[in-house]
DNA sequence: CTGTTGGTTCTCCAAATAAAGAACAAACTT
DNA sequence: AAGTTTGTTCTTTATTTGGAGAACCAACAG
């Protein structure tokens, strides 16, 4: 069983997801991996904590597993699978994110094709907004590596 | 009526905004109102283009009235109102998207409290997470500056 | 005060979501 | 070959969502 601060935090980060699309268990599994001491669970356990049948589970694990969210592996001598988080890729991930937000600017580009001119002001507004996701998009490496520098 | 390419953008617009977490109406509102050439329009032509019920459009455009996405002014000696995209605000708007994301950190400072040390290098990623996003969020106002810099 | 315009609120319903549970299957054990 | 472990798939069901439609209301017009 789990404390009552980790099964807390775990609701916390499930809405969290939830709010960004992930369907409500997948995100309470991503808690859980998040949460758990050894960071990895199997099938069962996950079952177990989160108090769920094993469909619900089973297609959750699948869905994070194509989008990326999380693997498995195994242990010798051992069938089960090791769910965990592949937080060694955070960078990609979040940069993911950053890019999904960006894209905005396909379609605002796409909104100034059909717009007349009627309203020269709005539409200069709109430039500027893709401009700017433009900059920050071409921005986001170097973004990194800065940060790594500082690090360093 | 709307041609086939206004249309088909519209609805573009909405599913992405709708992957966001809008509720369907919503974005295809925000869609319809970025489309148009006055970039704006009364409560009855929002029911007339989109085809759709009053109920579902007074709704629709209270919820984006309070998440400053849209809205409206009145002309003299019309009680209409004109709703309209706040394109003016687009960087307020688009700051608000990036700190939203940032709030990862928030959590994720939280997971390190609660996790034991059975595994530093899961934790050290996660503090290199939080480190990110703390920079990235101290980098948005200079961000912007730089880009209108750029600009100018 | 009666009708009309512009919009809101309330009740109801259809569709979508998400999970339960049971049956099933593959791989391994004995 | 009979059972166990580790999941998967299929069918059913509860809940949520989002919008329709009608009744309603406030402001103004004649």
Request: hydrophobic share 40%; charged share 30%.
């Amino acid at each position: 069983m789990l404390n009552e601060n980790k099964l807390e935090l775990i609701e916390r980060i499930g809405v969290f997801h939830e709010q960004r699309g992930m369907q409500p268990l997948m995100g309470r599994i991503v808690g859980l991996l998040l949460v758990l001491d050894e960071a990895e669970a199997t099938f069962d356990e996950i079952v177990d904590y989160l108090n769920v049948s094993k469909s619900a589970v089973s297609n959750a694990l699948n869905i994070l597993q194509l989008q990326n969210h999380i693997a498995y592996k195994t242990k010798h001598g051992e069938r089960k699978r090791y769910f965990y988080i592949t937080m060694d890729r955070w960078e990609e991930a979040l940069e993911k994110e950053l890019c999904d937000i960006s894209e905005i600017s396909t379609f605002m580009k796409d909104v100034l094709k059909v717009r007349g001119d009627v309203k020269p002001e709005f539409n200069h507004h709109i430039q500027n907004l893709c401009s700017f996701m433009e900059f920050l998009k071409n921005k986001i490496p170097s973004l990194f590596n800065e940060f790594k520098k500082s690090k360093a």
